[in-house]
């Protein structure tokens, strides 16, 4: 199947083949510069760095459900910008705030729904695909419900907040003869595509360690950050929230997944964000290869990092899983080098249709749930290492041996 939903390089870009290839356009203009009119007139169409959006009866149609800090700020604006995909409903547990949003972004006010509304999708025929965005309790049944009405599903990560809960959501998925993907949105990130490719090529040489880190601080005096404090909705503390982006992001940039871990946590007593979930997590990893990684969450500092220990080269991307600006270097003691520096931007746009194009095209998800389900089997197995200071065996489907 053809994949076209790759980031494309951006008007930002900056690489040496894109200044050369607009050299090679200007010298090719100038040439035929006396066959143009001095008035105005048509023009050939232009080779465009951006493919145009596909015709409007040629997108699927998304339904985004939780409107939100990440939904309003990344969400929305990405299907604006997609080429396969358009924005056509809104589910919201507040009609005001989904009348003034859908007003901003061109949606009809006969296809606002709320959750307990959303089983109507299944007679909007301009909706393809639900897009979950709500607090992690509220996944796996929310997902169930809109394959219930008929429709495809993203759901953001995690998962949800137990491996049962995926479990069921996938098997909805498959009641449906609907397909699940998990917003993993770094499989788009241009950086991380990269490090990917190079770790498989061998360019690093070979990896023995990994490390990755992902933090950021956790402030209840924001609305997205209060039901992060409460385990019931969040599921756990920084490991299930930002801690899942090194734990995703080891397993693809490796090419495997572990098969033992051992884990600590840790909460500054006395604080009051931390009464229910952990600030710190650590954990190490190890891999049936025999490679090692360590990772690391936490609510305080804000860094998110990744680093492939090569015997070649190391491959630092840093940031690693930011919205933008993320950056990719490869060194060894003699030098450091930026491999890649273009927008982080249209990871958004990517995920998104991919999603719109593997429906369309009937091809394979490239995060699927049972990618997601993998994850939460792992966070699952880190909880019980933390706890009992055990190391915790897996099997090859990341299910815990003597669990
Ligand atoms: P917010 O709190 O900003 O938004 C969540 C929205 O969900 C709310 O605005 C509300 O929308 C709806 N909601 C339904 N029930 C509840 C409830 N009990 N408490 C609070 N909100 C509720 O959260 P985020 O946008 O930060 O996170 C939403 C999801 O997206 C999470 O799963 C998170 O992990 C994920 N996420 C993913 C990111 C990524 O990069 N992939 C980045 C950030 C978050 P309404 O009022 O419309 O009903």
Not at 200 to 218: E, I, M, Q
Request: glycine share 8%; with cysteine.
């Amino acid at each position: 199947m053809s994949d076209d939903s790759h980031p494309v390089p951006s008007r930002r870009l900056f690489m040496t083949g894109s200044v050369l290839g607009l050299g090679s356009l200007v010298l090719a203009g100038a040439s035929d510069a006396k066959d143009i009119p001095t008035g105005p007139t048509g023009r050939p169409q232009p080779e465009l760095e951006q493919e145009p959006p596909l015709p409007a009866d040629k997108q699927l149609g998304w339904a985004v459900v939780g409107l939100g800090h990440y939904a309003q700020q990344y969400v929305l604006p990405a299907l604006g910008r997609a080429r396969r995909s358009k924005l056509t409903a809104l589910v919201s547990g507040n009609a005001d705030k989904a009348r003034t949003v859908a007003a901003r972004h061109g949606v009809k006010t006969a296809n606002l729904y709320g959750y307990d509304t959303l089983g109507r999708l299944a007679q909007n025929r301009e909706v393809d695909v639900v897009y979950i965005v709500t607090p992690n309790s509220s996944h796996a049944e929310l997902t169930v419900k809109a394959f219930e009405a008929g429709k495809h599903v993203m759901c953001e990560k995690p998962m949800a907040n137990s491996s049962a809960e995926c479990q069921r959501m996938i098997d909805a998925a498959r009641a449906a003869g609907r397909k699940l993907m998990i917003a993993y949105r770094a499989h788009w990130e241009p950086h991380n595509v990269r490090a990917q490719e190079m770790r498989d090529a061998g360019a690093l040489g070979k990896v023995w360690f990994a490390s990755s880190d992902h933090h950021r601080p956790l402030d209840p005096s924001r609305p997205r950050d209060q039901w992060r404090v409460k385990k019931a909705i969040a599921g756990g503390g920084s490991l299930v929230d930002i801690g899942i982006y090194s734990l995703n992001g080891l397993q693809w940039l490796l090419g495997e997944s572990p098969n033992a871990v051992s884990a600590s946590m840790f909460s500054p007593p006395g604080d009051p964000r931390f009464t229910e979930v952990e600030n710190v997590f650590t954990a190490e990893l190890v891999f049936p290869s025999g490679a090692r990684a360590t990772i690391s969450s936490g609510y305080t500092a804000d860094k998110k990092r990744i680093d492939l220990w090569g015997d070649k080269l190391v491959a630092t991307l840093d940031p690693a899983t930011a919205y933008e600006g993320n950056r990719l270097t490869v060194s060894n003691a003699q030098k450091a080098e930026e491999v890649l520096t273009e927008s982080s931007a249209e990871q958004f746009t990517g995920e998104l249709d991919h999603f719109s194009q593997v429906i369309a095209e009937k091809g394979e998800v490239r995060t699927p749930g049972e990618m997601g389900l993998r994850d939460v089997r792992l966070i699952e197995a880190l909880y019980r290492a933390a706890s009992t200071r055990q190391w915790v065996e897996l099997n090859a489907d990341m299910t815990m041996k003597n669990g």
